[in-house]
């Protein structure tokens, strides 16, 4: 696609129900990222794909965060048992390689919301 | 911990003032660094990058950042802002000794006055 795709962009969900961001990075993307920005907060780091290399899972929070990605290509984010503190936006980028002098396009966000 | 660090939190100024946002990093060796820009409601835009070659790279809307590498810094500057420029600002930067992750600064929340 053109861009960095991402769905759903709002998502509204009670407290202790799971939810699944999805992230279509641009075509032929190898690297892709999440991450996620709260309100009032920088931008907080939580995976990292990059290539058939495994991934860099250092910035999820807690167990219940997880991500695959599917065929090199489609990222799908599960947070189980969702609590208020997870309400944030969801962004994903991708870029075309892992190695030094790419860029790295966002999507738009996923607006989580967690009552 | 390496890192990126924003030493500006919040920035208000007036139009057709000059700003000057800092950057500073704590990685060696080969990195990319990144300006993005969140205007209210949108999404992160890129403003400029920093590959190699001339370290005062020139980006859209006016905006110019150089890298200092003595200073591990990568400063962003615009000589007159204007109102549509009221957004948060991030540096960011890739470094091949944190295997090219992208981490972000804090962010600069700018508000320029009409």
């Known amino acids: 696609g053109a861009g960095v795709s991402q769905s759903p962009s709002n998502k509204v969900t009670e407290k202790g129900k799971d939810v699944e961001l999805r992230c279509d990075p641009i075509s032929g993307h190898t690297a892709l990222y999440w991450y996620r920005q709260s309100l009032g907060q920088g931008l907080e780091f939580l995976i990292y794909?990059?290539?058939?290399?495994?991934?860099?899972k250092s910035g999820l929070p807690s167990d219940r965060f997880s991500a695959e990605r599917t065929g090199g290509s489609v990222s799908t984010l599960t947070i189980q048992r969702t609590q208020q503190e997870d309400s944030a936006v969801y962004l994903c980028?991708?870029?075309?390689?892992?190695?030094?002098?790419?860029?790295?396009?966002f999507g738009e966000g996923s607006w989580l919301t967690v009552v | 911990a390496q890192s990126v660090s924003q030493h500006n939190h919040h920035v208000i100024l007036s139009e057709a003032a000059s700003l000057e946002l800092g950057c500073n990093y704590s990685?060696?060796?080969?990195?990319?660094l990144f300006w993005y820009v969140q205007y209210p409601g949108q999404h992160l835009q890129l403003l400029l990058k920093y590959f190699s070659g001339d370290p005062l790279v020139k980006g859209i809307k006016g905006f110019e950042a150089e890298f200092i590498k003595s200073k591990f810094s990568f400063n962003l500057r615009k000589p007159s802002v204007q109102w549509s420029d009221t957004a948060e600002y991030f540096c960011?930067?890739?470094?091949?000794?944190?295997?090219?992750?992208?981490?972000f600064g804090g962010g600069t929340r700018v508000l320029v006055k009409p």
């Open positions: 980028a991708s870029s075309v390689g892992t190695g030094t002098g790419n860029t790295i396009y």
């Open positions: 794909f990059q290539g058939n290399s495994a991934p860099d």
């Open positions: 990685y060696g060796g080969t990195v990319n």
């Open positions: 960011a930067v890739t470094a091949r000794a944190a295997g090219n992750k992208l981490t």
